[in-house]
């Protein structure tokens, strides 16, 4: 079936078709799926039809994010800098001249999402997995920094910090005391008093000096791409909207907690498991964790944690009563024993 006829489409095929004929390539016939993991907004994996072969792109509309462009300027920026694996853009239409939202179209990268392949792996392809995530944030770190903290941002074409601080510890105290406020909204809002608390408790233990990198804030498995066929276990890094200019450590112990932790609740394997993730970022830039940083990133963790819970609705709504009700008891339980954990 050719590009022109087309009939009894749904919306999502109505815009694919309208972002192929405005800056797509020749086809036949195309068909889309939306990925089943990760990802925040419209996204669509496309396979597109032409002399009998097929290709793949991927398709993202804006969906209301008034921030958007700031996504593919840093598949960009981190790709043209550093060697993470993000796939490169192949269009990107702020105003697009058909009647679509904004919209980028990358290219297809290959492997599955990790965060359906992790009950697979073996322990040497987790070990893998972790010292590459390691190695990443170790090459971020290493080659794209900032002057001061803050959420990131285009202004003018160009990257830059919004609301600049000169003080991580002043930045991190309103991003995570943004995460309690949101709990407000979800089946945790009788823990938002004790999670303030422990915050305001703990929040002097963060260094206020640390040197600002590029932190992909949204760095999980579910927006991994895991390719075991590949020379590295990692084919991509998506979904950087979420990116903001932090403290390393906050870095290395958010990752520790999303790809580690929650997976591995023997304390032998997980610091076997971290020592990979620090060997792995220490092939770009020196790292070793001492105790302050072990407070430190008890912290971390927490804070984290509080960003997952506030997340619960959204992350939760497609789930039974059921599946809700033992997530909502799993966040409680690491709830109480992250609090107990806490250095103050």
Known sequence: MS??????????????????DESGPDYEDFSLER?????????FLVT?????????????????????ALEPFLHEYVADRTDVPVPRI????EEPELDVDPYFVTERVHGENLVESLGDLSESQFEAVVGHAGDILG??????????FGQLTLRDGRLVVDNLSWDWQETFGEIVTGYVDRLGATPFDDLQTTAQQHVDDNLPIIDSDAVPRLVHDDFRPANVMFDQTGEDPLSAVLDWQFALAGDPEYHISRTDFLFIDPAFRDT???NQLRERLYEGYKNHRSFEPD????????????STLLWRMAGFNAAFADFSELARGRAEARFRQQFDHLSGQLPE
């Open 3 to 20: 590009n022109t006829e087309r009939t009894n489409v749904s919306a999502p095929e109505r815009d694919i078709e309208a972002v192929l």
């Open 291 to 302: 105790e302050g940083f072990e407070q430190r990133r008890t912290v971390y963790h927490f």
């Open 268 to 270: 032998d394997t997980r």
């Open 139 to 148: 090459d971020l770190h290493a080659e794209i920094g900032f002057e001061g």
């Open 48 to 68: 597109l039809q032409y002399t009998g072969e097929e290709y793949e792109v991927v398709v993202k509309f804006e969906s209301g994010d008034p921030g958007f």
């Open 90 to 93: 192949l269009v990107f239409k």
């Open 35 to 43: 990925p089943t993991a990760g990802h925040q907004g419209e996204v």
